[in-house]
């Protein structure tokens, strides 16, 4: 049986976000109360700014930094919290899609606070802080393993919320029949 881990969600967390190899773009994403903290640590914008100074949503072009040895050019976007996917401070740093400059920016965000994420770490986080219900967590990963286009549809649909409002409705049918079931046990000699 797979071990389960506690989820610290005073963490920040951090890993590739694509699939490892050869690309253009890959990106490592950190998640957590001081994930824009830890960007300040590793990026400066071309202007020399920190992440920490950037709005919301918008991307900046810049570099990673080892100290101050450029580790890879990259384009940075924070999403402050409570809009991002997590509902929490959201960083994504855009690098040239090669193992090495993935794999020592994850590192130098690593060795300045974050924690390695695991799998499915980002979307549990979403769910956990109420982005996302349980059935829209699970279409996340039905999206990523989409072989067709009706399965894609199917979880897309169920990503929007229409698998909850179904279930919702029934609920709610179901939690009026069993008042009704009630009341009319409770009181046999009313009219309900």
Same mark, same amino acid.
């Given at each position: 049986?797979?071990? &389960?881990?506690?989820?610290?969600m005073e963490d920040t967390v951090a890993a590739i976000s694509t699939p490892l190899g050869e690309g253009a773009i890959g990106i490592v994403r950190l998640s957590g109360k001081y994930a824009?903290?830890?960007? #300040? +640590?590793?990026?400066?914008?071309?202007?020399?700014? @920190?992440?920490? %100074?950037?709005? %919301?949503?918008? %991307?900046?072009?810049?570099?990673?930094?080892?100290?101050?040895?450029?580790?890879? /050019?990259?384009? @940075?976007?924070?999403?402050?919290?409570?809009? %991002?996917? +997590?509902? !929490? !401070?959201?960083? /994504?740093?855009?690098?040239?899609?090669?193992?090495?400059?993935? *794999?020592?920016?994850?590192?130098?965000? @690593? /060795?300045?606070?974050? *924690?390695?994420? !695991?799998?499915? !770490? =980002? +979307?549990?986080?979403? =769910?956990?802080?109420?982005?996302? #219900?349980?059935?829209?967590? /699970?279409?996340?990963?039905?999206?990523?393993?989409?072989?067709? #286009?009706?399965? @894609?549809?199917?979880?897309?649909? &169920?990503? #929007?919320?229409?698998?909850?409002?179904?279930?919702n409705r029934i609920k709610d049918e179901l939690v009026s029949v069993s008042a009704n079931i009630e009341a009319s046990i409770d009181f046999p000699d009313e009219d309900i």
């Amino acid at each position: 049986m797979k071990k &389960q881990h506690k989820i610290d969600m005073e963490d920040t967390v951090a890993a590739i976000s694509t699939p490892l190899g050869e690309g253009a773009i890959g990106i490592v994403r950190l998640s957590g109360k001081y994930a824009v903290k830890i960007a #300040d +640590t590793v990026f400066r914008s071309k202007k020399g700014r @920190l992440p920490s %100074s950037f709005r %919301s949503f918008t %991307s900046h072009f810049g570099y990673v930094y080892d100290k101050d040895a450029v580790v890879d /050019e990259a384009l @940075l976007i924070v999403m402050r919290d409570p809009k %991002s996917y +997590t509902k !929490e !401070e959201m960083v /994504e740093i855009s690098c040239h899609g090669g193992i090495i400059p993935l *794999r020592k920016t994850l590192g130098l965000v @690593l /060795e300045n606070g974050a *924690r390695l994420a !695991e799998p499915g !770490e =980002f +979307t549990k986080r979403a =769910f956990l802080n109420g982005r996302l #219900d349980l059935t829209q967590a /699970e279409a996340v990963l039905d999206i990523i393993r989409s072989k067709t #286009d009706a399965s @894609l549809r199917v979880a897309l649909g &169920q990503l #929007d919320g229409r698998l909850s409002s179904a279930l919702n409705r029934i609920k709610d049918e179901l939690v009026s029949v069993s008042a009704n079931i009630e009341a009319s046990i409770d009181f046999p000699d009313e009219d309900i």
